[in-house]
């Protein structure tokens, strides 16, 4: 049983450290996901986005990203992060093209729905007391 406990471990550990699809797979997903499928269904699956403008050609073109922030401990760093730009022609507003920039791991949780920023802070510093003699 134990031998069977060690094994499931194992396999989760390892499965955490999997490498995420690549980001034309991410895109992939989003566009059978919302390819010409209404822009409503968009905004209403994954909220406001990150950025919206209406073309010259009455066009709509809607951005979201997904960044995340980890402090490292008194600088802050951008891991990683990604940007998925939907564009929906007048007068049908059905999403013609998916377009997805950044890096992997930020575009694959982009692709699951994961919008907006996650911030990591490092864990405070534990506090050392020295002891006190008395003397």
Partial sequence: MLRHAFALLLVSILAACATPPTVDVSRQMLWDKFGHHSLDDL??????????????????????????????????????????????????????????DGNAGACSELASGHTGTTIYSAPPQPIFFAPVRAY
């Fill in 43 to 100: 905004l209403l699956a994954w909220g406001p986005p990150t950025a919206e403008t209406t073309l010259t050609t009455g066009a709509r073109m809607v951005t979201y990203t997904r960044a995340v922030i980890q402090n490292g401990g008194g600088v802050d760093t951008s891991d990683y992060n990604c940007k998925a730009s939907f564009l929906a022609p007048a007068p049908s507003y059905k999403i013609e093209n998916v377009s997805l």
